[in-house]
């Protein structure tokens, strides 16, 4: 059945949470917006680190209240070498009190935030969902055609990509990205620990990868984030729960005390995807089919966010047609600075932990130095880690401040 398009109708291209959180945005501000693909099903033990900004986006979109309660604030975020190599970098410790924050945003285990996010899309008369998957697609000079799998059509002024790292819609639409495996997999599983977590996060560097340990609610457990080889993830995951306990409280330095792992390994490969553009030809693309990068520094679905926020903020100042090239050009422009500089640093930094050339570890361990030796420096990281320009307005207003005295 072909479905006539009006002026300004939004056609999102994939169902996880950055497709979701995008069709939500747009129905919000009053888009007529299709949403297609399939409802998200099985059991995803991961958690998701969002930060303050993010959090705003969810509870702009009426989200955050219901996932509140069982997710845990982060208040603290610590750096650890653990490497063991002859150049080390110190323990460097950013705290949300240091600017002014209560926290830098909560650790939200995926099983809350995506039927909070399936529930809030089926509930909104402006989002009409297909549960199917784009077979096909027709992009032309003045509106996106959408061929289903169920056989409809669906016309639209504007594709947001929301399709994943291997995303349809961007090869439809020409953006050709670069892909570069990693050797390295990520191990992740839930954890209890004697000891209270006191909404501190505590990132490993090793000589595989981070190995991240992240406050669920409680105090005492953690989500975990274990980087190694993908033959090294393969057998930790076959290991009795009390062998592989033992293994994440040496890792962790008995930090917290006596572990025990939970039920439910998983194991991701990682990779790096990188798009040179991110919009061309009546496409727009937001979380992973625009950028994928390793699982350092909370930037991932914050980055998708950010994705959605800026695109909306450019199709509502474009509502006659926010597919038009000027309005893809704005966007595109826009997102540059921070999806390369975010995914650069991530990659240099998870490169440095492979590498055992000694520049790029003094290179490392004098950027975390003076990190955590220079507290207004720390305090710029801090603030453009949560709002990309944050830490330079803090500047500016530093400057000006001290040049009125």
């Known amino acids: 059945m072909d479905i006539p398009g009006p002026s300004g109708k939004i056609l999102v291209a994939g169902s996880g949470p950055a497709g979701l959180i995008a069709a939500l945005g747009f129905a919000h501000e009053g888009f007529a917006v299709v949403l297609a693909g399939p409802e998200p099903s099985g059991k995803d033990n991961r958690t998701t680190a969002l930060m303050n900004p993010a959090l705003a986006m969810l509870d702009r979109l009426g989200v955050l209240d219901r996932i509140r309660p069982d997710c845990a604030p982060l208040k603290v975020m610590r750096i650890i070498d653990a490497t063991g190599r002859l150049i080390r970098s110190p323990t460097v410790t950013f705290r949300a009190s240091e600017i002014g924050e209560d926290q830098f945003g909560l650790n939200v285990p995926n099983a809350v935030l995506l039927p909070a996010l399936l529930s809030a899309a089926k509930k909104h008369d402006g989002i009409d969902w297909r549960r199917t998957l784009v077979s096909g697609w027709d992009l032309g000079t ?80 953690s989500s975990l984030v274990w980087v190694v080889r993908p033959e ?32 439910g390994r998983q194991i991701y490969p990682l990779a790096a995807v990188s798009s040179l553009r991110f919009a061309r030809n009546r496409v727009a693309l937001v979380g992973e089919a ?47 600075p921070d999806i390369l500089a975010r995914s650069s640093a991530v990659n240099l930094l998870n490169r440095s932990l492979l590498s055992d050339m000694l520049p790029a570890q003094m290179a490392r361990g004098a950027g975390l130095g003076m990190l955590g030796a220079f507290s207004p420096l720390r305090a710029f990281f801090m603030r453009e880690g949560l709002r990309p320009g944050s830490g330079f307005a803090a500047l500016a207003g530093g400057l000006g401040h001290s040049r009125q005295k």
């Open 290 to 336: 625009a950028h994928v990068f390793p699982p350092i520094g909370a930037q991932g679905l914050n980055l998708g966010i950010r994705d959605i926020v800026d695109l909306l903020e450019t199709t509502l100042k474009n509502r006659h047609d926010p597919g038009a090239p000027q309005a893809l050009a704005t966007y595109d422009l826009k997102r540059k």
């Open 142 to 221: 003045d509106k996106a055609i959408a061929t289903l799998e169920d056989g409809s059509t669906v016309e639209a002024s504007l594709v947001v990509a929301a399709d994943g790292r291997a995303s349809p819609a961007r090869e439809a639409a020409g953006l050709h990205a670069r892909t570069r495996a990693y050797p390295q997999s990520a191990l992740v599983l839930n954890f209890g620990h004697h000891s209270d977590h006191a909404f501190t996060s505590t990132e490993f560097h090793t000589e595989t990868g981070p190995f991240t340990q992240v406050p669920l609610p409680g105090g005492h457990r």
């Open 232 to 263: 090294t993830a393969e057998q930790l995951a076959t290991l009795d729960d009390a062998t592989l306990s033992a293994h994440i409280e040496e890792r962790m330095q008995s930090m917290l005390g006596r572990v025990t792992v939970e039920a």
